[in-house]
């Protein structure tokens, strides 16, 4: 079972990210900010989806001892997502 997740944070390592860049001028008043692409998106609050019943649903589950396990699914899944980010990191 691989999860389709539609967010896609920035996985750059953090010494490739470029820092906030600052435009200060000696003038008075004339001072400008500039922040960078990750700064901006952090300041946006976005965030990823989240399914609230879906979450109620497995915790419920879970409780009850309903919520079956299937390792090999898990395993699978573990599996191809390790490709994925794999052939991400090579493109990039």
Not at 24 to 44: D, H, I, M, R, Y
Not at 83 to 92: E, G, H, K
């Amino acid at each position: 079972m691989k999860i389709d997740n539609a967010y896609k944070p920035n996985l750059a390592p953090v010494a490739n990210r470029s820092a906030p860049a600052a435009n200060v001028s000696a003038q008075p008043g004339s001072e400008a900010v500039s922040l960078s692409s990750l700064a901006s998106t952090l300041q946006g609050g976005e965030k990823p989806p989240v399914n609230a019943a879906r979450i109620q649903e497995i915790k419920e589950a879970i409780s009850q001892g309903r919520f079956k396990i299937n390792p090999e699914a898990i395993a699978d899944g573990l599996i191809d997502s390790a490709r994925d980010l794999i052939s991400t990191r090579r493109q990039a």
